[in-house]
């Protein structure tokens, strides 16, 4: 993958995602010593980055592909986002959520017309019952992190932060969803010495740790009623092999971060 990667989401999303504000602090500037700039993507469609890399896959699909339908897999907001982007492209979406998911996001994923299919997630094989949907009903698996597109779309929120903020030094940036990969592609792109640090949760990181091991470190599930200040979706079973391999090569580990923080 390459920064002209991050280009083609840019034309594909353009219209369709939201191009949310940079906000500044002069506060917290004082506070820190230097100028810090935050991407609100939270204004974003279904409320995260999530809708970037779904939209960008299921838009980059075959017709004949996207008209089948797509499936995929998630604790929430990759399912909104997918969801989203199956209702825009006129195609219909399934997606695999947990069983103690929380009612508000149940509820927007059903608002939005995709099919729902729960799993325990401290007992089932998420991922089998995903490719054995997407068999029985010829569905294509859009994955919430570790594919192409999905992180060619995340890459676009950097992307426009440095279309605004051609002079930043570093991006700080939290890991998981193909966000931190994309931003290091977009990173480059714009200026190889740009520094890119991933963040994540000392109680969700197994990047940091994955990293310090040299290879994929696990971390088990949680119940969600475990998980505090809303933090559901940050500990999750996956494999992420094209993730890791490019955050090992441009993204350094961030200090942990704990989320009572």
Do not use: C
């Not at 490719?131 to 426009?160: F, N």
């Not at 010495?193 to 949760?201: D, T």
Request: net charge positive; glycine share 8%; charged share 20%.
């Amino acid at each position: 993958m390459t920064s002209h990667d991050v280009l083609y989401a840019v034309e594909r999303l353009r219209g369709m995602a939201v191009r949310t504000p940079l906000l500044t602090s002069a506060a917290f500037d004082d506070f820190v010593g230097r100028r810090v700039v935050v991407k609100a993507e939270n204004q974003q469609r279904t409320g995260s980055f999530k809708f970037r890399g779904a939209y960008n896959t299921v838009a980059a699909l075959s017709e004949r592909d996207r008209e089948a339908g797509v499936i995929g897999a998630s604790s929430g907001n990759h399912a909104q986002a997918l969801a989203l982007a199956a209702r825009l492209l006129n195609t219909k979406a399934t997606v695999v959520i947990p069983a103690d998911a929380p009612n508000a996001k149940v509820e927007a994923i059903q608002v939005l017309g995709a099919r729902i299919v729960t799993y325990d997630r401290l007992n089932d094989r998420r991922d089998t019952l995903v490719h054995q949907i997407a068999y029985r009903d010829q569905l294509t698996v859009v994955p919430s992190s570790d594919h192409r597109s999905v992180i060619a779309g995340a890459g676009t929120v950097a992307w426009e932060m440095l279309q605004e903020t051609p002079d930043l030094v570093a991006i700080l940036v939290p890991v998981g969803g193909g966000l931190a990969a994309g931003t290091a592609l977009a990173a480059q792109g714009h200026n190889p010495r740009l520094k890119v640090i991933g963040v994540e949760p000392a109680t969700a990181n197994d990047t940091h740790l994955s990293l310090r091991a040299g290879k994929r470190v696990p971390i088990p599930p949680l119940p969600f009623s475990w998980l505090r200040n809303g933090a559901s979706g940050l500990r999750v079973r996956h494999d992420f092999p094209l993730l890791l391999l490019m955050i090992r090569g441009v993204v350094s580990p961030g200090p942990e971060a704990s989320t009572d923080r």
